[in-house]
């Protein structure tokens, strides 16, 4: 059995690489038929570290991964590879300078988000953070931390464009579905000119290779995501699931169970089906901006 490694040209978030070295480090144990009990004996800990480590949900020690490689056997040059892939998996990516703005719950998403090969997002409230104009962005700062400093904002701010560089990544850029409710795009955020610019800036996103855009208009009624915002990412490397990522005010849900999965999966295929085809999204958005400019 080789390495997991994150795919070709991606860079591979530490959430995701964690979550590779978890699902290999269960499989060397399965195959050798140790429980985690004894597992994590050998580590001088419990089976619920040895859970919790194969989840992806902890950080990694080297001395307990090298520790559990040779328990289960494995000898060089595997071992060397995933003592390295540990390494890398601590390793902070690149939001760690947002830190003082960056609750932990939204870190997790960011490192999953950089490894993804598809990005499929639904949203009825705001435009996708992948897809915000600075200015646009900065609005919807505003609206929870309106009380903060400048400086503060403004680090919220260049975190969510910061972001949008995976999209435009030389190597393997992830494909970003995206599938917006008109609702999004006609509740004006900041000024006309703000607004204005956000919907030319998806005029032109739209066009992008890797990016796809749908939008839900009024004269669908009501339609199959009745109960609100998702995003669903997915992962070259067959050792990552399927993930559903919902964001709440101050928390978030991470969903890898397949029912739960599957269910959100029909739900965004009805989206997509109730949705204007694509082809349609340019002409949709100079509707908009041109009723925009109207008003």
């Given at each position: 059995?080789?390495?997991?490694?994150?795919?070709?040209?991606?860079?591979?978030?530490?959430?995701?690489?964690?979550?590779?070295?978890?699902?290999?480090?269960?499989?060397?144990?399965?195959?050798?038929?140790?429980?985690?009990k004894d597992a994590g004996w050998e580590i001088r800990s419990s089976d619920s570290k040895i859970s919790r480590m194969e989840l992806g949900r902890v950080s990694?020690?080297?001395r307990d991964v090298e520790d559990l490689l040779k328990h289960y056997g494995v000898v060089e040059p595997e071992l060397t590879r995933l003592i390295q892939l540990a390494r890398d998996a601590n390793n902070p990516g690149w939001w760690h300078r947002f830190g003082e703005?960056?609750?932990?719950?939204?870190?997790?998403?960011?490192?999953?988000?950089?490894?993804a090969s598809l990005i499929r997002t639904y949203e009825i409230q705001f435009i996708p953070g992948l897809l915000q104009t600075k200015d646009y962005a900065r609005a919807v700062v505003m609206l929870g931390h309106g009380f903060a400093g400048r400086e503060e904002i403004e680090q919220r701010v260049n975190l969510r464009v910061s972001r949008q560089e995976v999209l435009f990544r030389e190597k393997n850029p992830p494909r970003l579905w995206a599938v917006l409710d008109e609702a999004a795009l006609r509740r004006p955020l900041g000024s006309i000119d703000v607004m204005r610019a956000q919907l030319e800036r998806l005029i032109e996103i739209a066009e992008l290779p890797n990016v796809q855009i749908q939008i839900i208009p009024f004269s669908a009624g009501g339609h199959a995501a009745a109960g609100g915002a998702f995003t669903m990412l997915r992962f070259q490397d067959v050792d990552l699931p399927d993930i559903v990522y919902l964001e709440q005010l101050t928390s978030a849900l991470y969903l890898d169970k397949r029912e739960d999965v599957d269910l959100y999966t029909a739900s965004m295929e009805h989206l997509c089906v109730q949705a204007e085809e694509p082809r349609r999204t340019p002409e949709l958005l100079s509707s908009i901006l041109k009723d925009l400019t109207a008003d």
């Amino acid at each position: 059995m080789s390495a997991p490694s994150p795919g070709v040209g991606s860079p591979g978030g530490p959430t995701a690489l964690r979550m590779l070295l978890g699902a290999h480090l269960r499989k060397l144990r399965e195959e050798r038929g140790i429980s985690r009990k004894d597992a994590g004996w050998e580590i001088r800990s419990s089976d619920s570290k040895i859970s919790r480590m194969e989840l992806g949900r902890v950080s990694f020690k080297e001395r307990d991964v090298e520790d559990l490689l040779k328990h289960y056997g494995v000898v060089e040059p595997e071992l060397t590879r995933l003592i390295q892939l540990a390494r890398d998996a601590n390793n902070p990516g690149w939001w760690h300078r947002f830190g003082e703005v960056l609750p932990n719950w939204f870190q997790s998403y960011l490192g999953l988000e950089a490894t993804a090969s598809l990005i499929r997002t639904y949203e009825i409230q705001f435009i996708p953070g992948l897809l915000q104009t600075k200015d646009y962005a900065r609005a919807v700062v505003m609206l929870g931390h309106g009380f903060a400093g400048r400086e503060e904002i403004e680090q919220r701010v260049n975190l969510r464009v910061s972001r949008q560089e995976v999209l435009f990544r030389e190597k393997n850029p992830p494909r970003l579905w995206a599938v917006l409710d008109e609702a999004a795009l006609r509740r004006p955020l900041g000024s006309i000119d703000v607004m204005r610019a956000q919907l030319e800036r998806l005029i032109e996103i739209a066009e992008l290779p890797n990016v796809q855009i749908q939008i839900i208009p009024f004269s669908a009624g009501g339609h199959a995501a009745a109960g609100g915002a998702f995003t669903m990412l997915r992962f070259q490397d067959v050792d990552l699931p399927d993930i559903v990522y919902l964001e709440q005010l101050t928390s978030a849900l991470y969903l890898d169970k397949r029912e739960d999965v599957d269910l959100y999966t029909a739900s965004m295929e009805h989206l997509c089906v109730q949705a204007e085809e694509p082809r349609r999204t340019p002409e949709l958005l100079s509707s908009i901006l041109k009723d925009l400019t109207a008003d």
